[in-house]
């Protein structure tokens, strides 16, 4: 919800940070083991390559990694935050969290639990922080999504095998209420969240413990392009309108980077042209939870995003569960 009611400390967006695994998979590497070609990847989906994890790096690796350069960004040590959120769904065991995990590697202190939204998994994350914060249970709060979508995907199937690929991004929430500090419509201006589980069945994964089996991904792809299209739009003009802001005054639209033609259609929707989108999807193809805050960290690596700027943030995935926030990003 927007922080309009002054009581409620502005939560800002202060720092990010990335990872990628070192192994480059190439569509042309995939034509390989699959009947697919390099040409139907890119025209179908804009995806060229995806990042995999080496075999003994877990979800936790990748997500310390991220959090290590948002943590160096705020200028933070672990110890000044109050909590780690993990969005994943690809956890390292069935428990603990990953955030637990997490905790011990960065030696931080506070609470640590996951939310597991697959794809929407950050915006879920950006959502509970926030409302963490205003509600005066934590000041500083990393927000991680982090993924090995490789160990679920099922290498024969060239319908979901192409798709998907590893990371990890992290930001860094931290309450704004005085002083120099103080900040008006700075930092998390909304964020929605939905669920549908009517939709369970068109993208899921055919395992956990019920069954004994980890499982691997399964989609019918033209039912979930058109849902993300729909419910995507949807969600973002429900985050503006709570906002107060129009499309006129988002400066970047950071879309999870599932397919390249989805990101279009809403590009299109906002009237934001190429220079305000940011697109990873050639390179890192969909990185589930992490795709936002990849996204998201290499453009403020990249000085394209600066302190200031109106980002407009949205993702949906298996659930069907999606969302969108916007958020006025940086120290005022
Ligand atoms: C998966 C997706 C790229 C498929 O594209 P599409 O245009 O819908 O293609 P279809 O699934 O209708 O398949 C069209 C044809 O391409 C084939 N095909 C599927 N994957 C292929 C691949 N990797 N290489 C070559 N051909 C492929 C299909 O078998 C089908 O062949 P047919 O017409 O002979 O039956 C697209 O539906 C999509 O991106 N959906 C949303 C997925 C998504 O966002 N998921 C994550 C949400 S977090």
Same mark, same amino acid.
């Given at each position: 919800?927007?922080?309009?009611?002054?009581?409620?400390?502005?939560?800002?967006?202060?720092?990010?940070?990335?990872?990628?695994?070192?192994?480059?998979?190439?569509?042309?590497?995939?034509?390989?083991?699959?009947?697919?070609?390099?040409?139907?990847?890119?025209?179908?989906?804009?995806?060229? %390559? =995806?990042?995999? +994890? #080496?075999?003994?790096?877990?979800?936790?690796?990748? /997500? !310390?990694? &991220?959090?290590?350069?948002?943590?160096?960004?705020?200028?933070?040590?672990?110890?000044?935050?109050?909590?780690?959120?993990?969005?994943?769904?690809?956890?390292?065991?069935?428990?603990?969290?990953?955030?637990?995990?997490? %905790? =011990?590697?960065? +030696? #931080?202190?506070?609470?640590?639990?996951?939310?597991? /939204? !697959?794809? &929407?998994?950050?915006?879920?994350?950006?959502?509970?922080?926030?409302?963490?914060?205003?509600?005066?249970?934590?000041?500083?709060?990393?927000?991680?999504?982090?993924?090995?979508?490789?160990?679920?995907?099922?290498?024969?199937? =060239?319908?979901? +095998?192409?798709?998907?690929?590893?990371?990890?991004?992290?930001? !860094?929430?931290?309450?704004?209420?005085?002083?120099?500090?103080?900040?008006?419509?700075?930092?998390?201006?909304?964020?929605?969240?939905?669920?549908?589980?009517?939709?369970?069945?068109?993208?899921?994964?055919?395992?956990?413990?019920?069954?004994?089996?980890?499982?691997?991904?399964?989609?019918?792809?033209?039912?979930?392009?058109?849902?993300?299209?729909?419910?995507?739009?949807?969600?973002?003009?429900?985050?503006?309108?709570?906002?107060?802001?129009?499309?006129?005054?988002?400066?970047?639209?950071?879309?999870?980077?599932?397919?390249?033609?989805?990101?279009?259609?809403?590009?299109?929707?906002?009237?934001?042209?190429?220079?305000?989108?940011?697109?990873?999807?050639?390179?890192?193809?969909?990185?589930?939870?992490?795709?936002?805050?990849?996204?998201?960290?290499?453009?403020?690596?990249?000085?394209?995003?600066?302190?200031?700027?109106?980002?407009?943030?949205?993702?949906?995935?298996?659930?069907?569960?999606?969302?969108?926030?916007?958020?006025?990003?940086?120290?005022?």
């Amino acid at each position: 919800m927007t922080p309009s009611n002054p009581t409620f400390p502005s939560v800002l967006l202060t720092a990010s940070g990335s990872y990628l695994p070192q192994k480059i998979v190439t569509n042309d590497d995939l034509t390989k083991t699959l009947d697919t070609s390099d040409e139907w990847i890119r025209q179908r989906t804009g995806i060229a %390559q =995806r990042h995999i +994890a #080496a075999e003994d790096e877990l979800t936790s690796d990748m /997500a !310390v990694a &991220a959090a290590k350069q948002a943590l160096n960004m705020a200028g933070l040590g672990a110890d000044a935050l109050d909590g780690i959120i993990v969005a994943t769904t690809t956890p390292d065991d069935t428990f603990p969290s990953t955030a637990s995990v997490v %905790q =011990r590697k960065l +030696a #931080a202190t506070g609470f640590a639990f996951d939310v597991q /939204a !697959v794809c &929407a998994g950050f915006i879920y994350g950006l959502d509970v922080g926030d409302a963490m914060i205003k509600a005066g249970k934590a000041r500083k709060i990393l927000v991680i999504g982090a993924e090995t979508f490789s160990r679920i995907l099922d290498w024969q199937d =060239r319908s979901t +095998a192409v798709l998907f690929g590893d990371g990890a991004g992290a930001v !860094v929430l931290e309450a704004s209420d005085g002083g120099e500090n103080s900040a008006e419509n700075w930092g998390i201006l909304s964020s929605v969240i939905f669920t549908d589980g009517r939709f369970r069945d068109i993208l899921y994964v055919d395992g956990g413990v019920a069954r004994g089996q980890v499982g691997k991904v399964k989609m019918v792809g033209p039912d979930v392009f058109k849902h993300a299209v729909e419910k995507l739009a949807n969600g973002l003009d429900q985050a503006m309108t709570q906002s107060g802001l129009g499309a006129e005054d988002i400066d970047w639209l950071v879309p999870h980077q599932a397919n390249d033609r989805i990101i279009k259609t809403l590009q299109k929707k906002l009237k934001l042209p190429d220079e305000r989108v940011i697109r990873t999807i050639a390179r890192h193809a969909n990185t589930s939870a992490a795709s936002i805050p990849l996204a998201f960290d290499e453009a403020m690596r990249g000085k394209q995003i600066k302190a200031g700027d109106v980002v407009a943030f949205e993702a949906i995935g298996g659930g069907l569960a999606w969302g969108a926030a916007i958020v006025r990003v940086g120290r005022p």
